[in-house]
Protein backbone atom coordinates (compact mmCIF):
# COMPACT_ATOMS: atom_id res chain seq x y z
CA UNK A 1 0.00 0.00 0.00
CA UNK A 2 2.68 2.55 0.66
CA UNK A 3 4.46 1.64 -2.57
CA UNK A 4 1.15 2.07 -4.38
CA UNK A 5 1.04 5.33 -2.61
CA UNK A 6 4.18 6.16 -3.35
CA UNK A 7 3.93 5.49 -7.38
CA UNK A 8 0.84 7.17 -7.60
CA UNK A 9 2.35 10.01 -6.04
CA UNK A 10 5.38 10.06 -8.09
CA UNK A 11 3.53 9.95 -10.87
CA UNK A 12 0.86 12.69 -10.53
CA UNK A 13 4.17 14.93 -9.36
CA UNK A 14 5.51 14.00 -12.59
CA UNK A 15 2.26 14.75 -14.89
CA UNK A 16 2.15 18.28 -12.88
CA UNK A 17 5.73 18.98 -13.11
CA UNK A 18 5.58 18.69 -16.96
CA UNK A 19 2.09 20.25 -17.42
CA UNK A 20 4.04 23.59 -15.12
CA UNK A 21 6.77 22.96 -16.99
CA UNK A 22 5.03 23.62 -20.35
CA UNK A 23 2.75 26.32 -18.93
CA UNK A 24 5.34 28.79 -17.22
CA UNK A 25 7.87 28.01 -19.85
CA UNK A 26 5.42 29.13 -22.63
CA UNK A 27 4.21 31.83 -20.79
CA UNK A 28 7.94 33.12 -20.15
CA UNK A 29 8.86 32.69 -24.11
CA UNK A 30 5.66 34.59 -24.86
CA UNK A 31 6.61 37.34 -22.49
CA UNK A 32 9.37 37.81 -23.94
CA UNK A 33 8.79 37.47 -27.80
CA UNK A 34 6.11 40.16 -26.85
CA UNK A 35 8.62 42.88 -25.25
CA UNK A 36 11.41 42.40 -27.64
CA UNK A 37 8.71 42.60 -30.73
CA UNK A 38 7.50 45.87 -29.32
CA UNK A 39 11.41 47.27 -28.56
CA UNK A 40 11.91 45.96 -32.46
CA UNK A 41 8.64 47.65 -33.83
CA UNK A 42 9.45 50.64 -32.08
CA UNK A 43 13.31 50.87 -33.17
CA UNK A 44 12.13 50.05 -36.96
CA UNK A 45 9.74 52.60 -37.01
CA UNK A 46 12.25 55.47 -35.38
CA UNK A 47 15.01 53.89 -38.04
CA UNK A 48 12.34 54.14 -40.88
CA UNK A 49 11.42 57.93 -40.07
CA UNK A 50 14.83 58.67 -40.10
CA UNK A 51 15.88 57.59 -43.16
CA UNK A 52 13.36 59.94 -44.72
CA UNK A 53 14.19 63.04 -42.85
CA UNK A 54 18.12 64.06 -43.81
CA UNK A 55 20.66 64.43 -41.56
CA UNK A 56 21.41 61.49 -39.67
CA UNK A 57 23.98 58.53 -40.96
CA UNK A 58 22.73 54.83 -40.17
CA UNK A 59 25.87 54.46 -37.87
CA UNK A 60 24.58 57.70 -36.48
CA UNK A 61 21.17 56.08 -35.74
CA UNK A 62 21.89 53.05 -34.70
CA UNK A 63 23.53 54.41 -31.57
CA UNK A 64 20.47 56.24 -31.07
CA UNK A 65 18.38 54.02 -30.70
CA UNK A 66 16.61 52.62 -27.37
CA UNK A 67 18.30 48.93 -26.44
CA UNK A 68 18.20 46.16 -24.14
CA UNK A 69 21.45 45.55 -22.30
CA UNK A 70 23.40 42.94 -24.48
CA UNK A 71 20.77 43.37 -27.72
CA UNK A 72 22.64 44.25 -31.18
CA UNK A 73 20.82 46.22 -33.75
CA UNK A 74 21.15 45.47 -37.64
CA UNK A 75 20.45 47.80 -41.06
CA UNK A 76 20.48 46.55 -44.23
CA UNK A 77 20.44 48.60 -47.13
CA UNK A 78 20.94 46.71 -50.35
CA UNK A 79 24.67 45.22 -50.17
CA UNK A 80 25.32 47.14 -47.16
CA UNK A 81 25.26 46.13 -43.33
CA UNK A 82 25.79 48.31 -40.67
CA UNK A 83 25.69 47.04 -36.97
CA UNK A 84 26.09 48.17 -33.27
CA UNK A 85 28.47 45.61 -32.43
CA UNK A 86 31.92 44.48 -33.77
CA UNK A 87 30.88 40.79 -32.29
CA UNK A 88 28.04 40.52 -34.18
CA UNK A 89 27.30 41.00 -37.77
CA UNK A 90 25.16 39.99 -41.00
CA UNK A 91 26.78 36.66 -41.38
CA UNK A 92 25.91 35.55 -37.68
CA UNK A 93 22.04 36.21 -38.87
CA UNK A 94 20.43 32.59 -40.40
CA UNK A 95 20.28 33.00 -44.38
CA UNK A 96 16.43 32.10 -44.55
CA UNK A 97 15.58 34.71 -41.42
CA UNK A 98 17.40 37.42 -43.78
CA UNK A 99 16.13 36.38 -47.13
CA UNK A 100 12.52 36.16 -45.19
CA UNK A 101 12.75 39.73 -44.18
CA UNK A 102 14.55 40.80 -47.34
CA UNK A 103 11.74 40.06 -49.61
CA UNK A 104 9.09 41.98 -47.28
CA UNK A 105 8.12 39.49 -44.83
CA UNK A 106 8.52 40.31 -40.93
CA UNK A 107 10.09 37.20 -39.02
CA UNK A 108 11.63 35.94 -36.13
CA UNK A 109 14.09 33.08 -35.07
CA UNK A 110 15.69 31.41 -32.05
CA UNK A 111 19.07 30.04 -32.74
CA UNK A 112 22.56 30.06 -31.14
CA UNK A 113 25.84 32.24 -31.78
CA UNK A 114 29.38 30.90 -29.30
CA UNK A 115 26.44 28.44 -27.16
CA UNK A 116 24.46 31.70 -26.18
CA UNK A 117 20.41 31.10 -27.33
CA UNK A 118 19.74 34.35 -29.25
CA UNK A 119 16.05 35.72 -30.97
CA UNK A 120 16.43 37.76 -33.86
CA UNK A 121 13.31 39.94 -35.26
CA UNK A 122 13.42 41.19 -38.79
CA UNK A 123 11.14 43.93 -40.23
CA UNK A 124 11.37 45.57 -43.79
CA UNK A 125 11.60 48.97 -44.02
CA UNK A 126 8.81 49.66 -46.05
CA UNK A 127 9.52 51.12 -49.82
CA UNK A 128 13.54 51.55 -49.39
CA UNK A 129 13.77 47.50 -49.89
CA UNK A 130 15.69 47.37 -46.27
CA UNK A 131 15.19 45.62 -43.38
CA UNK A 132 15.80 46.31 -39.62
CA UNK A 133 17.41 43.60 -37.07
CA UNK A 134 17.09 43.63 -33.77
CA UNK A 135 19.16 39.89 -31.84
CA UNK A 136 18.22 39.78 -28.21
CA UNK A 137 20.42 37.29 -25.87
CA UNK A 138 18.09 35.10 -24.15
CA UNK A 139 20.49 34.16 -21.27
CA UNK A 140 18.15 35.59 -18.60
CA UNK A 141 15.10 33.11 -20.03
CA UNK A 142 17.82 30.37 -19.96
CA UNK A 143 18.60 30.59 -16.39
CA UNK A 144 15.03 31.16 -15.01
CA UNK A 145 14.06 27.73 -17.47
CA UNK A 146 16.92 26.39 -15.59
CA UNK A 147 16.23 27.26 -12.29
CA UNK A 148 12.34 26.21 -12.81
CA UNK A 149 14.10 23.02 -13.81
CA UNK A 150 15.63 22.32 -10.67
CA UNK A 151 12.78 23.62 -8.37
CA UNK A 152 10.22 21.22 -10.55
CA UNK A 153 12.88 18.09 -10.39
CA UNK A 154 13.59 18.63 -6.67
CA UNK A 155 9.98 18.82 -5.80
CA UNK A 156 9.60 15.21 -7.78
CA UNK A 157 12.38 13.74 -5.95
CA UNK A 158 11.44 15.03 -2.63
CA UNK A 159 7.75 13.06 -3.45
CA UNK A 160 9.16 9.90 -2.96
CA UNK A 161 10.23 10.02 0.47
CA UNK A 162 7.44 12.39 1.80
CA UNK A 163 4.72 9.76 0.57
CA UNK A 164 6.97 6.39 1.84
CA UNK A 165 6.81 8.73 5.14
CA UNK A 166 2.92 9.61 4.75
CA UNK A 167 2.10 6.45 3.93
CA UNK A 168 3.79 4.79 6.31
CA UNK A 169 2.31 6.77 8.94
CA UNK A 170 -1.19 6.28 7.23
CA UNK A 171 -1.04 2.33 6.73
CA UNK A 172 0.54 1.95 10.29
CA UNK A 173 -2.63 1.99 12.28
CA UNK A 174 -4.18 -1.03 9.60
CA UNK A 175 -0.90 -2.70 9.33
CA UNK A 176 -0.58 -2.93 13.79
CA UNK A 177 -3.20 -5.58 13.76
CA UNK A 178 -1.68 -7.54 11.66
CA UNK A 179 1.54 -7.18 13.49
CA UNK A 180 0.31 -8.66 17.10
CA UNK A 181 -1.33 -11.35 15.21
CA UNK A 182 1.77 -12.13 13.61
CA UNK A 183 4.24 -11.89 16.57
CA UNK A 184 1.99 -13.76 18.35
CA UNK A 185 1.82 -17.10 15.69
CA UNK A 186 5.80 -16.39 15.91
CA UNK A 187 5.63 -16.82 19.59
CA UNK A 188 3.32 -20.20 19.52
CA UNK A 189 5.83 -21.37 16.81
CA UNK A 190 8.30 -21.14 18.79
CA UNK A 191 6.80 -23.28 21.75
CA UNK A 192 5.55 -20.09 23.86
CA UNK A 193 2.29 -21.81 24.27
CA UNK A 194 0.94 -18.74 26.86
CA UNK A 195 1.56 -16.11 24.26
CA UNK A 196 -2.26 -14.27 23.37
CA UNK A 197 -3.48 -11.61 21.26
CA UNK A 198 -4.45 -8.33 22.83
CA UNK A 199 -7.13 -6.83 21.24
CA UNK A 200 -6.13 -3.05 22.63
CA UNK A 201 -9.63 -1.79 22.41
CA UNK A 202 -9.27 -2.38 18.66
CA UNK A 203 -12.85 -3.47 17.81
CA UNK A 204 -11.68 -4.69 14.12
CA UNK A 205 -9.04 -7.25 15.78
CA UNK A 206 -11.37 -8.70 18.56
CA UNK A 207 -12.89 -11.45 16.26
CA UNK A 208 -9.53 -12.68 15.06
CA UNK A 209 -7.62 -12.49 18.54
CA UNK A 210 -10.74 -14.56 20.35
CA UNK A 211 -10.99 -17.25 17.21
CA UNK A 212 -6.71 -17.41 17.57
CA UNK A 213 -6.65 -17.29 21.65
CA UNK A 214 -9.09 -19.81 21.91
CA UNK A 215 -7.01 -22.16 19.24
CA UNK A 216 -3.99 -21.68 21.17
CA UNK A 217 -5.57 -22.20 24.39
CA UNK A 218 -6.91 -25.51 23.10
CA UNK A 219 -3.51 -26.32 21.45
CA UNK A 220 -1.41 -25.62 25.14
CA UNK A 221 -4.35 -28.10 26.91
CA UNK A 222 -3.75 -30.92 24.06
CA UNK A 223 -0.16 -30.22 24.27
CA UNK A 224 -0.27 -30.40 28.32
CA UNK A 225 -2.52 -33.88 28.20
CA UNK A 226 -0.74 -35.10 26.35
CA UNK A 227 2.47 -34.32 28.22
CA UNK A 228 1.27 -35.31 31.29
CA UNK A 229 0.04 -38.87 29.44
CA UNK A 230 3.95 -39.01 28.66
CA UNK A 231 4.93 -38.68 32.42
CA UNK A 232 2.32 -40.94 33.39
CA UNK A 233 3.55 -43.44 31.57
CA UNK A 234 7.41 -43.21 31.69
CA UNK A 235 6.00 -43.09 35.47
CA UNK A 236 4.90 -46.32 35.22
CA UNK A 237 7.36 -47.72 33.67
CA UNK A 238 9.84 -47.05 36.60
CA UNK A 239 8.24 -49.96 38.19
CA UNK A 240 8.96 -52.74 36.12
CA UNK A 241 12.23 -51.41 35.17
CA UNK A 242 13.43 -51.30 38.69
CA UNK A 243 12.22 -54.86 39.06
CA UNK A 244 14.32 -55.78 35.88
CA UNK A 245 17.43 -53.72 37.10
CA UNK A 246 16.87 -56.05 40.51
CA UNK A 247 16.82 -58.84 38.52
CA UNK A 248 19.83 -57.98 36.25
CA UNK A 249 21.94 -57.26 39.43
CA UNK A 250 21.05 -60.82 40.83
CA UNK A 251 22.67 -62.33 37.34
CA UNK A 252 25.21 -60.20 37.41
CA UNK A 253 26.68 -61.67 40.95
CA UNK A 254 25.97 -65.19 39.07
CA UNK A 255 27.35 -64.57 36.09
CA UNK A 256 30.31 -66.80 36.19
CA UNK A 257 27.64 -69.92 36.90
CA UNK A 258 26.44 -68.95 33.67
CA UNK A 259 27.72 -70.66 30.55
CA UNK A 260 29.32 -68.81 27.50
CA UNK A 261 26.15 -68.09 25.49
CA UNK A 262 24.33 -67.01 28.85
CA UNK A 263 26.98 -64.58 29.97
CA UNK A 264 27.21 -63.26 26.35
CA UNK A 265 23.12 -62.70 26.83
CA UNK A 266 23.72 -61.32 29.85
CA UNK A 267 25.87 -58.52 28.58
CA UNK A 268 23.21 -57.95 25.79
CA UNK A 269 20.97 -57.43 28.23
CA UNK A 270 22.31 -55.30 30.57
CA UNK A 271 23.27 -52.80 27.68
CA UNK A 272 19.82 -53.01 26.44
CA UNK A 273 18.56 -52.41 29.98
CA UNK A 274 20.98 -49.45 30.81
CA UNK A 275 19.58 -47.93 27.41
CA UNK A 276 16.06 -48.10 28.09
CA UNK A 277 16.88 -46.92 31.88
CA UNK A 278 18.33 -43.91 30.08
CA UNK A 279 15.59 -43.85 27.73
CA UNK A 280 13.04 -43.22 30.22
CA UNK A 281 14.56 -40.68 32.29
CA UNK A 282 15.09 -39.16 29.61
CA UNK A 283 11.20 -39.15 28.82
CA UNK A 284 10.45 -38.22 32.25
CA UNK A 285 12.43 -34.80 32.21
CA UNK A 286 11.05 -33.97 28.38
CA UNK A 287 7.35 -34.68 29.36
CA UNK A 288 7.97 -32.56 32.70
CA UNK A 289 9.09 -29.99 30.61
CA UNK A 290 6.11 -30.07 28.18
CA UNK A 291 4.29 -29.85 31.33
CA UNK A 292 4.97 -26.82 32.48
CA UNK A 293 6.39 -28.73 36.16
CA UNK A 294 10.46 -27.61 35.24
CA UNK A 295 11.16 -24.35 36.31
CA UNK A 296 14.97 -23.69 36.22
CA UNK A 297 16.54 -22.53 39.62
CA UNK A 298 18.93 -19.79 38.42
CA UNK A 299 21.71 -18.61 40.39
CA UNK A 300 25.15 -17.39 40.13
CA UNK A 301 27.34 -20.11 38.93
CA UNK A 302 31.49 -19.57 38.11
CA UNK A 303 31.27 -21.54 34.63
CA UNK A 304 34.85 -22.68 34.13
CA UNK A 305 34.71 -24.20 37.64
CA UNK A 306 31.54 -25.75 36.90
CA UNK A 307 32.67 -26.96 33.98
CA UNK A 308 35.68 -28.31 34.93
CA UNK A 309 34.36 -30.30 37.71
CA UNK A 310 31.86 -32.43 35.28
CA UNK A 311 35.06 -33.02 33.14
CA UNK A 312 36.56 -34.29 36.17
CA UNK A 313 33.92 -36.63 37.29
CA UNK A 314 33.35 -37.56 33.74
CA UNK A 315 37.39 -39.09 34.19
CA UNK A 316 37.14 -40.20 37.63
CA UNK A 317 34.33 -42.66 36.43
CA UNK A 318 36.23 -43.93 33.95
CA UNK A 319 34.57 -42.17 30.79
CA UNK A 320 36.34 -39.90 27.93
CA UNK A 321 36.83 -36.75 28.49
CA UNK A 322 38.96 -34.14 26.89
CA UNK A 323 41.03 -31.00 28.57
CA UNK A 324 39.59 -27.67 29.03
CA UNK A 325 40.91 -25.12 27.54
CA UNK A 326 39.68 -21.10 29.59
CA UNK A 327 40.16 -18.42 27.23
CA UNK A 328 42.11 -15.53 29.64
CA UNK A 329 38.73 -13.17 29.88
CA UNK A 330 36.72 -15.98 30.45
CA UNK A 331 38.78 -17.36 33.85
CA UNK A 332 36.14 -16.03 36.48
CA UNK A 333 33.73 -15.51 33.83
CA UNK A 334 30.29 -15.74 36.15
CA UNK A 335 26.75 -17.04 34.79
CA UNK A 336 23.04 -16.91 35.41
CA UNK A 337 21.93 -20.76 35.44
CA UNK A 338 20.72 -23.87 36.73
CA UNK A 339 23.83 -25.95 37.83
CA UNK A 340 21.74 -29.74 37.45
CA UNK A 341 20.76 -28.37 34.09
CA UNK A 342 23.99 -26.65 33.36
CA UNK A 343 26.01 -30.46 34.68
CA UNK A 344 24.04 -31.93 32.09
CA UNK A 345 24.05 -30.16 29.04
CA UNK A 346 27.95 -30.41 29.34
CA UNK A 347 27.33 -34.44 30.07
CA UNK A 348 24.55 -34.48 27.14
CA UNK A 349 27.34 -32.54 24.47
CA UNK A 350 30.24 -34.64 25.31
CA UNK A 351 28.54 -38.40 25.51
CA UNK A 352 27.00 -37.14 21.91
CA UNK A 353 30.65 -36.73 20.85
CA UNK A 354 31.29 -39.80 22.30
CA UNK A 355 28.85 -41.67 20.20
CA UNK A 356 28.04 -39.75 17.26
CA UNK A 357 31.15 -37.28 16.14
CA UNK A 358 34.18 -39.94 17.21
CA UNK A 359 35.23 -38.28 20.59
CA UNK A 360 35.47 -35.08 22.60
CA UNK A 361 38.60 -33.17 20.71
CA UNK A 362 38.11 -29.54 22.71
CA UNK A 363 36.59 -27.98 25.13
CA UNK A 364 36.53 -24.19 25.61
CA UNK A 365 34.91 -21.40 27.94
CA UNK A 366 34.92 -18.27 26.33
CA UNK A 367 33.29 -14.84 27.25
CA UNK A 368 31.55 -11.56 25.29
CA UNK A 369 30.28 -8.55 26.11
CA UNK A 370 26.93 -9.98 27.42
CA UNK A 371 27.00 -13.75 27.29
CA UNK A 372 29.77 -16.62 27.84
CA UNK A 373 30.44 -19.35 25.57
CA UNK A 374 30.91 -23.04 26.15
CA UNK A 375 32.31 -24.86 22.92
CA UNK A 376 32.38 -28.79 22.29
CA UNK A 377 34.00 -30.16 19.11
CA UNK A 378 34.07 -33.57 17.96
CA UNK A 379 36.08 -35.56 15.62
CA UNK A 380 33.61 -36.79 13.53
CA UNK A 381 32.53 -35.97 9.81
CA UNK A 382 30.53 -32.85 11.01
CA UNK A 383 27.14 -31.98 10.48
CA UNK A 384 25.30 -30.82 7.45
CA UNK A 385 23.96 -27.35 7.16
CA UNK A 386 20.73 -28.71 6.29
CA UNK A 387 20.84 -31.52 9.16
CA UNK A 388 21.95 -29.00 12.15
CA UNK A 389 18.50 -27.44 12.98
CA UNK A 390 17.26 -31.14 12.71
CA UNK A 391 19.69 -32.78 15.14
CA UNK A 392 18.09 -30.56 17.77
CA UNK A 393 14.59 -32.47 17.34
CA UNK A 394 13.05 -35.42 19.63
CA UNK A 395 14.58 -38.87 18.35
CA UNK A 396 16.27 -37.45 15.56
CA UNK A 397 19.71 -39.09 13.93
CA UNK A 398 22.38 -38.27 11.37
CA UNK A 399 22.03 -39.72 8.38
CA UNK A 400 25.50 -40.83 7.86
CA UNK A 401 27.09 -44.03 8.66
CA UNK A 402 28.28 -43.61 12.22
CA UNK A 403 25.20 -41.50 13.68
CA UNK A 404 23.23 -44.52 11.56
CA UNK A 405 24.99 -47.73 14.06
CA UNK A 406 24.68 -45.21 16.84
CA UNK A 407 22.09 -47.01 20.05
CA UNK A 408 20.81 -43.72 21.25
CA UNK A 409 17.89 -42.48 21.27
CA UNK A 410 17.89 -39.20 19.87
CA UNK A 411 16.45 -37.06 22.99
CA UNK A 412 20.38 -35.54 24.29
CA UNK A 413 20.25 -32.82 22.08
CA UNK A 414 17.10 -32.10 22.60
CA UNK A 415 17.23 -32.02 26.27
CA UNK A 416 20.54 -29.78 25.74
CA UNK A 417 17.76 -27.32 23.81
CA UNK A 418 15.65 -27.15 26.48
CA UNK A 419 17.97 -26.75 29.41
CA UNK A 420 19.91 -23.71 27.66
CA UNK A 421 16.57 -22.07 26.69
CA UNK A 422 15.07 -22.75 30.43
CA UNK A 423 18.48 -20.65 31.65
CA UNK A 424 18.29 -17.62 29.05
CA UNK A 425 20.15 -19.23 26.37
CA UNK A 426 20.47 -20.36 22.67
CA UNK A 427 22.19 -23.15 21.81
CA UNK A 428 24.25 -23.60 18.10
CA UNK A 429 26.23 -26.15 15.63
CA UNK A 430 28.91 -25.10 13.29
CA UNK A 431 32.01 -26.54 11.75
CA UNK A 432 34.85 -27.11 13.94
CA UNK A 433 38.02 -25.42 12.52
CA UNK A 434 39.55 -28.79 13.03
CA UNK A 435 37.00 -30.58 10.73
CA UNK A 436 34.58 -31.73 13.43
CA UNK A 437 31.39 -30.23 14.32
CA UNK A 438 31.59 -27.74 17.55
CA UNK A 439 28.27 -27.41 19.36
CA UNK A 440 28.03 -23.74 21.42
CA UNK A 441 26.47 -22.82 24.03
CA UNK A 442 25.68 -19.47 24.70
CA UNK A 443 24.28 -18.12 28.60
CA UNK A 444 23.79 -14.53 29.71
CA UNK A 445 26.47 -12.73 32.16
CA UNK A 446 25.30 -12.05 35.64
CA UNK A 447 25.19 -8.58 35.07
CA UNK A 448 23.93 -8.97 31.58
CA UNK A 449 21.53 -6.56 30.56
Known amino acids: MTLAFTAVAVVLSLVLSVGVWLAVSRYLLLGRERATLAQTTANAAQVQRAAAAEGLSPEQLLSQLPRESGS ?92 LLVGSWATRPTLRPLDRVAAAAAAVAAGDLSARIDPEGDPALVPIARSFNTTVTALEERVRSDARFAADVSHELRSPLTTMLGALALLVEHEQDLPEDGREGLALLQAEVTRFERLVADLLEISRGDAGSADAVLEEVNLPALVRESLSRRRID ?132
Not at 135 to 156: K, M, N, Q, S
Open 318 to 449: GRASAPLTVAPDAADVVVLADKRRLERVIGNLVENADKHGGGVTAVRVEAGPDEARLLVDDAGPGIPERERSRVFERFARGRDTNRARTDGAGLGLSLVTRHVAAMGGRVSVTDSPEGGARFTVRLPLQDAP
Open 72 to 163: TSLIAEGDRWITSSLGFGRDDLPTALRRTVLEGTPARQRFSVDGRTVLAIGLPLGESGGAYFEVFPLDELDDTYRVLAGVLAAAVLAVVPAS
